[in-house]
């Protein structure tokens, strides 16, 4: 099955201080890959918004730390991006969340954050956050990667022809 329409290639960034988000990301990378798509894994590190120009897909693994805040490694892109507040109207994406119900009121946090700035600048959410409550689990990594199917789904569905 191939559903990777006329727009191949979707950009991983992962948000990640523990590593978890990036155990995360290469499943659901991995599933995207199975069906069609190249998904180029990045650290939110070495990620600028320019970069977002050069897509038409995104996919974002990010934890929330601490006291509902960004990963270390999230920071400078997050500044970056509200800063400089790009059109992203071309881009569709799909976020999933890792938190802990435990810390809550900021559970899911920095995920949240994110989602909502990109639909501010215009990004088109192709599927509702998926979240993981807790270090992930085998059981939570095989939900990321059924939910980065219908991702699939959804990127392909947003970019059928009329």
Do not use: K
């Not at 490694?73 to 435990?102: I, K, M, Q």
């Not at 899911?108 to 509702?128: F, K, M, N, S, V």
């Not at 807790?134 to 990127?155: H, I, N, S």
Request: charged fraction near 20%; glycine fraction near 8%; charge should be negative.
């Amino acid at each position: 099955m191939d559903l990777s329409g006329a727009y191949p290639d979707v950009l991983v960034l992962v948000g990640t201080q523990t590593g978890n988000s990036e155990t995360v990301a290469d499943a659901v990378a991995a599933q995207l890959g199975d069906v069609g798509f190249s998904a180029h894994v990045t650290d939110m590190a070495e990620a600028y918004p320019e970069m977002l120009d050069d897509y038409r897909q995104l996919v974002v693994v990010l934890c929330t730390w601490a006291e509902g805040t960004f990963p270390d490694n999230t920071v400078a892109f997050y500044e970056a991006l509200e800063s400089l507040g790009p059109d992203l109207a071309h881009l569709a994406y799909g976020l999933v969340g890792l938190g802990d119900r435990d810390y809550d009121p900021y559970y899911q946090t920095a995920a949240y954050r994110l989602a909502d700035t990109l639909d501010r600048l215009g990004a088109r959410r192709a599927l509702p956050i998926h979240e993981i409550d807790g270090e992930p689990t085998p059981r939570d990594t095989a939900g990321a990667v059924a939910w980065a199917l219908g991702l699939a789904e959804a990127f392909a569905a947003l970019h059928e022809a009329p």
